[in-house]
């Protein structure tokens, strides 16, 4: 078979593609969703079975997604369709694609929202509002931003526009440099944070809250969110890594890029972690504090440090960028689809998506304040909004059924010598294991975690 060329264009090394992909990887995931979701699910079990899965579920996935991506050489509705004809399977494999753009449009939909409080922090942080803040002023900061939806929905729009701009231009102009300088500095500033949270006093509480397990406190639910976050946390199971696969020089290696995006990425939600959990127990806070997590916390440690309000405008600039590198990622799968099928330019396409992206935005805008609901879940009583069932459909469910889609298409429909050529490590012993792992750990880890959370098997059975 000739080799396919992408009409999109070509990273120019693989060392870019390792940059754009770790841009796509580490944001509100590591930084933001991380650290409040290890709180509500009670800490070190949770911890502990995030890390097995990025290991086991996100690795395996990542170099199918990568390879398949590379194969297709489009979008991922192409690309699956395209494969699927190629490997003499059924069409319905596109299935996979579309189900990815359609996660895409509810992730960047939310996520955008959530980069716009961090938009709001820049300003803030910036005017000198953290100085010497306690935890009740902190909260009511963030409470006069979330209860206020015209404010979301200016920072929200803004931030749309941004993303939407970066991609009419194709997704390779300027990600490579931005991400090249940014990520570095993110490092360290979450260093420095770390460094104040170890003058807290409460430190080790916070080591001990992060890798103690105590499988007590983790419900199915809270496995499957781990599991979940594996893939969210890596940008997996929606097509955002198959499409910058399809970009991806023949002569790189899928395996080493994996290993090396995977571990970038859990080292910065591990440090954000670190920085975090001290400062909450510290001033008396609830680890269980949900979405508004470290926009009730970084305000105290910003506040309470040297030259606090220059790091923390500074480390809000970086989240906003962090969540920048990855909305792109979000949308190109979309946006691909429509300049190949659609003939309609980048420009218009990308407009349209990102309008699309930016109505469905509202829904979250609202469900901070006047859209919320009651209901009752394992007997408890939960208020939530719109906000909250978009997150558990995508990352919880959407997100690991179209990453085990993508390992079962790689491990069990595409031919081995299609898969061992595109892999190019040879069949040898790397290349087995991996395809040992993707044909069965990695689909039967998927599986048990959804048969626990339909209560037909219990892991904390086989402790
Ligand atoms: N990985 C991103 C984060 O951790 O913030 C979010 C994300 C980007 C999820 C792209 C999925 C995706 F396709």
């Known amino acids: 078979m000739s080799e396919r060329v992408s009409t999109h264009g070509q990273w120019s090394s693989r060392f870019a593609f390792v940059l754009a992909a770790t841009g796509s990887a580490v944001g509100l995931g590591n930084i933001w969703k991380f650290p409040y979701i290890t709180g509500e699910n009670g800490g070190g079990a949770f911890v502990l079975v995030y890390l097995v899965c990025i290991a086991l579920v996100g690795i395996p996935i990542m170099m199918a997604e990568i390879l398949i991506g590379r194969r297709g050489r489009a979008s991922p509705i192409n690309t699956m369709r395209m494969l699927a004809r190629d490997e003499n399977r059924h069409g319905i494999w596109q299935v996979v694609g579309w189900s990815g753009v359609v996660a895409g ?3 960047i939909s939310y996520y955008s929202v959530i980069a716009g409080w961090g938009l709001a922090y820049v300003f803030r942080s910036a005017a000198g509002v953290f100085n010497g803040v306690d935890a009740a002023a902190a909260k009511s900061i963030f409470d006069g931003l979330v209860l206020d939806p015209e404010k979301l929905l200016a920072w929200h729009t803004i931030f749309m526009v941004m993303t939407t701009i970066v991609v009419s231009r194709g997704v390779r102009s300027g990600l490579e440099q931005a991400v090249r300088v940014l990520m570095p500095a993110l490092f360290v500033i979450l260093l420095l944070l770390v460094g104040y949270a170890m003058n807290t006093g409460r430190f080790m509480e916070g080591v001990a809250f992060l890798f103690k397990p105590d499988f007590g406190a983790l419900s199915a639910g809270g496995v499957l969110t781990a599991m979940g976050h594996a893939f969210f ?25 994996s290993i090396t995006i995977a571990v970038i990425d859990t080292l910065v939600a591990l440090l954000a972690g670190l920085a975090i959990f001290p400062v909450v ?13 470290i926009f009730n916390t ?7 440090m040297p030259w606090g309000a220059f790091f923390g405008t500074l480390f809000f600039i970086l989240l906003v960028f962090a969540a920048w590198t990855s909305a792109i990622s979000l949308i190109e799968p979309a946006v691909a689809w429509l300049v190949e099928n659609q003939g309609i330019n980048r420009v218009k396409a990308s407009t349209l998506v990102g309008v699309v992206a930016w109505l469905l935005g509202i829904v979250t805008i609202m469900s901070f304040s006047r859209w919320r609901f009651e209901f009752n879940f394992a007997g408890e009583k939960k208020t939530t909004g719109l906000f ?3 997150d558990i459909l995508t990352a919880n469910f959407m997100l690991p059924l179209g990453g085990l889609a993508m390992a079962l298409f790689a491990g069990w429909f595409m031919s081995r010598q299609s898969v061992v050529e595109e892999l190019g490590m040879g069949d040898r012993v790397g290349f087995r294991l991996w395809y040992y792992v993707v044909r069965y750990v990695t689909p039967v880890a998927v599986v048990v975690v959804f048969l626990q959370l339909i209560g037909v098997i219990d892991i904390k059975d086989w402790k």
């Open 105 to 107: 449009f509810i992730i």
């Open 233 to 257: 946390t890596l940008s997996l199971g929606m097509g955002a890594i198959m499409v910058y696969g399809s970009y991806l020089p023949k002569d790189a290696s899928i395996a080493r890029t």
């Open 281 to 293: 127990f510290a001033n008396g806070l609830e680890a269980a504090n949900g979405p508004s997590l």
């Open 298 to 304: 970084l305000p105290l440690a910003f506040g309470h």
């Open 388 to 390: 909250d069932v978009f």
